[in-house]
């Protein structure tokens, strides 16, 4: 048989962007791209069911792939700051950076947005996907992030070394910022991301200031701009995400601490917010006693202040992107991609349609110019990154957690292996060193020694 040029599917078309689902719409994929979208009834003659086979999905929708506007592809689930920052060589953390890939494609996930990486793995795992020899999202990364002894990342005792591990490089001067900028973009980032204030998940009560000044912020932002890319930063201090807003940053991850002023900033400077509610929404859920080095009380009050300060900047007009922070074990890779949608709804008052347009069109502004036109909608011209799911996302922001039950993901036109990857088992060298879970003590009345759990 000949072979065929394509595909034609018909059922509800949500094409990424604020309009209403088509509901008897049509999607045509010729090759790797999207040909044509538009009313079942009106596909042009062309595209005939001789030559593109006819796909008839009743009681589907037909979408574009999410777009993740935040993973940590070389996080390989590590369940502390410690497991991520010093065990594992880097060739191991590529291997294992290329088998969870497959996981987040087959989620549904075509393309994301990287913010942070240890040493330059992201940067291999987005090469050796884009030259097709390993199944995966395509993938727009920032390097290392860029900290000072007051950001997220230098957090190891002053009296060892910054470790090579770390996913940050630190800058103590201001000529510093701007080398460290330019080495990345050597070493082919996509985006430069600033490590702007420190994280109650690794220091507890760490939300206060800025680490950098407005003057030190306008100088990354002028020299990432210069240089071409799009400039991200970490910001879960109100100050922060006002002083990064007001130095011209594209990006503010988390934010949710931002006051009147940075959200009048953000309107003024185009500049994007990217919440990645999910990490506290699961650590809160999974163990609220151990959450980590703080108190989950911490995790529970930046969500409140989210849902009144974020809603109130989506309310003036600041786009959010929906991003899940994936890498770290309270996020594990394939599993939660689509929650932070269902987080938009229940706690930013977010319509379905609105929480989905940040998971696909909207978060493109995230991607590399590579990729920004070209994802994220269904439109001719675009890449075919398609999702196929039962039910309609807009009734049910849910149905989008359940990848095994879509009837088909498509990247660039063909529709992916389905087959999970086999579980796989942990290298004794991936893991924080203990000896044993608590103290093993000597009992003077039995004469042995018998062990205190911690
Ligand atoms: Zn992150």
């Known amino acids: 048989m000949e072979k065929r040029k394509g595909y034609l599917l018909k059922g509800k078309v949500l094409d990424g962007t604020l309009n209403k689902p088509v509901e008897q719409g049509a999607v045509?994929?010729?090759?790797?791209?999207?040909?044509?979208?538009?009313?079942?009834?009106?596909?042009?003659?062309?595209?005939?069911?001789?030559?593109?086979?006819?796909?008839?999905?009743?009681?589907?929708?037909?979408?574009?792939?999410?777009?993740?506007?935040?993973?940590?592809?070389?996080?390989?689930?590590?369940?502390?700051?410690?497991?991520?920052?010093?065990?594992?060589?880097?060739?191991?953390r590529t291997a294992k950076a290329l088998y969870y890939s497959k996981k987040v494609l087959q989620a549904g996930v075509t393309s994301a947005f990287d913010a942070a990486t240890t040493y330059g793995v992201a940067q291999a795992v987005r090469d050796a996907i884009d030259t097709g020899m390993f199944p995966g999202p395509r993938f727009t990364v920032s390097g290392?992030?860029?900290?000072?002894?007051?950001?997220?990342?230098?957090?190891?005792?002053?009296?060892?070394?910054?470790?090579?591990?770390?996913?940050?490089?630190?800058?103590?001067?201001?000529?510093?910022?701007?080398?460290?900028?330019?080495?990345?973009?050597?070493?082919?980032?996509d985006a430069i991301k600033v490590s702007g204030s420190n994280d109650n998940l690794i220091t507890p009560d760490a939300l206060g200031a800025s680490a950098f000044t407005l003057e030190e912020l306008k100088i990354i932002v002028d020299e990432t701009h210069r240089l071409g890319k799009l400039c991200s930063v970490h910001a879960r201090s109100c100050d922060s995400a006002r002083d990064s807003a007001l130095a011209?940053?594209?990006?503010?991850?988390?934010?949710?601490?931002?006051?009147?002023?940075?959200?009048?900033?953000?309107?003024?400077?185009?500049?994007?917010?990217?919440?990645?509610?999910?990490?506290?929404?699961?650590?809160?859920?999974?163990?609220?006693?151990?959450?980590?080095?703080?108190?989950?009380?911490?995790?529970?009050?930046?969500?409140?202040?989210?849902?009144?300060?974020?809603?109130?900047?989506?309310?003036?007009?600041?786009?959010?992107?929906?991003?899940?922070?994936?890498?770290?074990s309270p996020v594990p890779y394939g599993q939660w991609h689509a929650r932070e949608m269902e987080v938009f709804v229940k706690y930013l008052g977010l319509s379905p349609l609105q929480a989905i347009h940040a998971n696909t069109l909207g978060a493109t502004r995230l991607l590399s110019p590579r990729y920004r036109d070209q994802v994220g909608k269904l439109e001719a011209g675009r890449y075919a990154d398609i999702l196929v799911l039962p039910g309609d996302p807009t009734q049910d922001i849910t149905l989008l957690q359940r990848p095994s039950r879509f009837d088909y993901i498509f990247k660039g036109g063909q529709p992916i292996d389905r087959t999970p990857p086999a579980p796989r088992r942990r290298k004794w060298y991936e893991r924080t060193k203990t000896f044993l879970a608590g103290l093993y003590v000597f009992d003077e009345e039995k004469g042995c020694g018998h062990l205190i759990p911690e």
């Open 144 to 189: 290392k992030q860029i900290t000072n002894h007051q950001g997220l990342e230098d957090s190891f005792p002053s009296n060892m070394e910054f470790p090579l591990g770390q996913s940050a490089v630190l800058v103590k001067t201001k000529s510093d910022l701007v080398e460290a900028i330019r080495l990345q973009v050597k070493d082919e980032v």
């Open 248 to 328: 011209g940053f594209d990006n503010l991850f988390h934010a949710s601490y931002i006051d009147d002023a940075g959200i009048e900033a953000c309107l003024k400077n185009n500049c994007v917010i990217t919440p990645t509610l999910t990490l506290l929404v699961n650590l809160i859920e999974a163990n609220p006693a151990n959450a980590g080095a703080s108190t989950a009380s911490a995790f529970e009050r930046e969500v409140e202040a989210a849902s009144v300060n974020l809603r109130k900047a989506f309310e003036a007009g600041v786009p959010l992107i929906a991003g899940s922070e994936s890498g770290w």
């Open 28 to 92: 045509v994929v010729d090759g790797e791209h999207i040909a044509w979208v538009g009313m079942a009834d009106a596909i042009p003659a062309q595209y005939n069911p001789a030559e593109y086979e006819l796909i008839d999905l009743p009681g589907r929708t037909i979408m574009p792939g999410l777009v993740d506007g935040h993973t940590h592809i070389s996080f390989g689930e590590s369940r502390s700051e410690e497991e991520n920052a010093l065990y594992t060589p880097p060739e191991f």
